[in-house]
Nanobody
């Protein structure tokens, strides 16, 4: 069974950094685009970042552009989200996702085929 498993979440002070990881199991996702979404309490799940299957293209939401970096390691079938200069409003559950690059950057969670279970990121003042 295909699975995406996130790790690396936690509590960090504003201005700090965290690195999230998402490891694939059950099948390879090396031919899929991969990305990250997040969901804050009381809010809808929103797109954060995506990387194409080849790794040659990346795309970010305006709210994280310049602060977050998405990357992937094909040997480990893992995607990363390096989060720097964290803000209070970055607090959310972060979900790893896999699908086509087009569907990921369209930002509609209902269209996404694969999801991880989520990892909590809490930014404190």
């Amino acid at each position: 069974q295909a699975q995406l498993v996130e790790s690396g979440g936690g509590l960090v002070q504003a201005g700090g950094s965290l690195r999230l990881s998402c490891a694939a199991s059950g099948r390879t996702f090396s031919n899929d685009a991969m990305g990250w979404f997040r969901q804050a309490p009381g809010k809808e799940r929103e797109f954060v970042a995506a990387v194409s299957w080849s790794g040659s293209s990346t795309y970010y939401s305006d709210s994280v552009k310049g602060r977050f970096t998405i990357s992937r390691d094909y040997g480990k079938d893992t995607v990363f989200l390096q989060m720097n200069s964290l803000k209070l409003e970055d607090t959310a559950v972060y979900y790893c996702a896999a699908d086509s690059f087009r569907d990921l950057i369209a930002g509609s969670p209902d269209e996404i085929e694969y999801w991880g279970q989520g990892t909590q990121v809490t930014v404190s003042s």
